[in-house]
């Protein structure tokens, strides 16, 4: 049963179009954090949060914006896609340090850029 | 800052047959780790987990990891794979001085021969 929920699960889209990929939690988690990889590939965290009106840049360097007016929705967003931008998307969320620490995947959104 | 190996990027074994998946880490204190499994066109779930105590922990689908101090190691073990245990899988390190921030390895595939 899934905690975290991406939509959508698959995303076809021209190149120049705005898309938004969304991501809600219902766990109550402070922090969540967007991935991107490529397929087989490594994790690349692109954009963290901490908390509402929190958000950073991850490791990797991205062309995509995140929000986070609500603590269980923190959408990602591409203003203008490109063909680079085809890749899978991973959102993930994590309580505070403790005995119960680990992050919580959701299921990703794969995108194609064509 | 911390850091995460996995040495091996694919490995093939034998439906039946034992695994092992390898993971080094390098972190200043105790580290907090964890082992995820990614199927094709899926999000990660968490497998286990070590925060303390014993060393040798149990997770989910029958695998455990041992933590070891002295080689910075932290393997992933089953006894008997499954083909349906065919996947990628990572290894991730924490630091409660980051953050809480996660840092994945880069993955190992693993394949499953009949």
């Known amino acids: 049963e899934a905690d975290i929920y991406q939509t959508p699960r698959y995303l076809v889209i021209g190149t120049g179009k705005k898309i938004t990929l969304e991501c809600s939690q219902t766990?109550?988690?402070?922090?969540m954090y967007w991935y991107q990889q490529d397929p087989g590939m490594e994790l690349h965290l692109i954009h963290y949060?901490?908390?509402?009106?929190?958000?950073e840049k991850g490791d990797l360097s991205s062309e995509s914006t995140v929000s986070r007016i609500r603590t269980e929705h923190f959408p990602l967003t591409l203003e203008s896609a490109r063909p680079s931008h085809t890749s899978q998307y991973l959102c993930a969320s994590s309580d505070h340090w403790g005995t119960n620490y680990g992050y919580t995947f959701g299921s990703g959104t794969r995108l194609t850029v064509v | 800052a911390q850091s995460v190996t996995q040495p091996d990027i694919h490995i093939t074994v034998s439906e039946g047959a034992s695994l092992e998946l390898r993971c080094n880490y390098s972190?200043?204190?105790?580290?907090?780790l964890f082992w995820y499994v990614q199927s094709p066109g899926q999000g990660l779930q968490l497998l286990l987990k070590?925060?303390?105590?014993?060393?040798l922990v149990q997770g989910i689908k029958g695998f455990e990891a041992e933590f070891k101090r002295s080689q910075s190691s932290f393997n992933l073990r089953k006894p008997s794979v499954h083909w349906s245990d065919a996947a990628e899988y990572f290894c991730a390190v924490g630091d409660g001085n980051a953050g809480n921030m996660l840092t994945f390895g880069g993955g190992t595939r693993l394949m499953v021969k009949p």
């Open positions: 766990m109550g988690h402070d922090k």
């Open positions: 070590y925060f303390s105590g014993d060393t």
């Open positions: 972190y200043g204190a105790t580290p907090y």
């Open positions: 949060s901490y908390g509402v009106n929190s958000t």
